[in-house]
């Protein structure tokens, strides 16, 4: 099976586009856009600012980008060195960090309620401090246990060939447990609120805005174990365990379409409550039992209309391109798409622009 997560993916990212030969011929438009002050920020996940694929985002127009912390590699009180010396070499890349993805401390066992969890929400608390005193003011997490975003086929062909990856829920490998065996829903409540109850004060007093990101699939038990972020009525249920500002969402909005939600119009109802802190911009095709992702402009979402919900309601922050299929140029091999690789990437953002663009919706 392939277990793909965000740290996995931060531990180094593909230069596939070296030597494709791709032309610079493109038309100039006559009247340059002019950047907006507010809206959008086109981002993209990188794990290293010497990365090549940071070279063409530059390229594409992407200034900002979303970024891990090597805080479990130091000591709690190294947090804030460690997070000026990270802002300090993506400015030098040219890039703003609109947030950190993946939590920026271990939290395996508080996810999972065994020993080490108060040690953990305590690093938590001076990872939010550290990142706050850098002017960094988001955190995208997620409260998978035991495994993180899953997907059981990389090697899912679509047009032209390209790749993509799928989830089925029937799959052999989806039937053995986590190291952590079973883990009942119960639990799983008792562990978030534990901790939002800890943490979302620290981060109301610091001024980050602490996005949670549903769970990926959003199906529940999961190889034995209970996931809870995987409806709206959930997350209702998380902002009233800890009233806040600063208790929010990561839209991905492909999870929010497979729990069966509106997503038009829960986009617009947490838009108003400004509760979208960040969003993950995809589409799929199939239910949350079985489905793929699917290219930009490919799949049964209006992603058009998308765009035009986020803007005309408010929506200013981060936004990315996520799970885009592997292309020719990527070079991926025998193991497939995992979503991050550049060429996919390029076809996403253009779209994404192009889009913006047409409704006039600012971006920068």
């Not at 060939?161 to 079973?182: C, H, K, V």
């Not at 562990?191 to 981060?203: C, D, G, H, R, S």
Request: proline share 6%.
């Amino acid at each position: 099976m392939a277990e793909i997560t965000r740290r996995s993916v931060m531990q180094g990212t593909l230069a596939g586009l070296a030597g494709t030969g791709l032309s610079a011929s493109l038309p100039v438009l006559a009247v340059p856009r002019q950047p907006a002050k507010v809206g959008f920020k086109l981002c993209e996940l990188f794990g290293s600012p010497t990365s090549n694929d940071v070279v063409i985002a530059k390229q594409l127009g992407v200034n900002h980008v979303i970024t891990g912390m090597g805080f479990g590699r130091v000591r709690k009180e190294q947090y804030l060195e460690v997070a000026q010396k990270t802002k300090e070499a993506w400015e030098a890349a040219g890039m703003t960090i609109a947030g950190v993805e993946g939590h920026p401390v271990p939290f395996e066992n508080l996810k999972a309620g065994t020993p080490g969890a108060d040690e953990e929400i305590e690093n938590t608390k001076w990872a939010i401090e550290a990142l706050s005193k850098v002017g960094i003011d988001m955190i995208c997490y997620n409260f998978m246990a035991g495994l993180g975003w899953t997907r059981t086929n990389t090697r899912v062909p679509l047009r032209g060939g390209a790749l993509t990856s799928e989830f089925d829920a029937t799959a052999p490998q989806m039937q053995q447990p986590t190291r952590f065996g079973e883990i009942s829903e119960e639990k799983m409540w008792a562990n978030i609120t534990k901790f939002l109850k800890e943490v979302i004060p620290v981060a109301e007093k610091f001024k980050v805005k602490m996005a949670l990101h549903p769970d990926d699939p959003p199906l529940s038990p999961l190889r034995g174990v209970a996931r809870i972020i995987t409806s709206a009525r959930n997350y209702r249920r998380i902002f009233e365990i800890a009233p806040s500002p600063y208790n929010g969402v990561t839209f991905c909005q492909a999870n929010f379409k497979l729990m069966g939600e509106d997503i038009f119009a829960l986009a617009k109802e947490w838009l108003q409550k400004k509760k979208i802190f960040f969003v993950h911009f995809r589409d799929v095709e199939g239910t949350k039992t079985k489905f793929h992702e699917t290219f930009h402009d490919d799949g049964p979402t209006d992603m058009a209309k998308m765009l035009e919900v986020y803007s005309k309601n408010g929506f200013d922050g981060p936004i990315r391109p996520d799970h885009a299929p592997a292309l020719a140029v990527d070079n991926v091999g025998e193991r497939g798409s995992t979503g991050y690789t550049i060429g996919g990437k390029i076809f996403a953002f253009g779209y994404m622009k192009g889009i913006m663009d047409a409704l006039h919706l600012p971006y920068a």
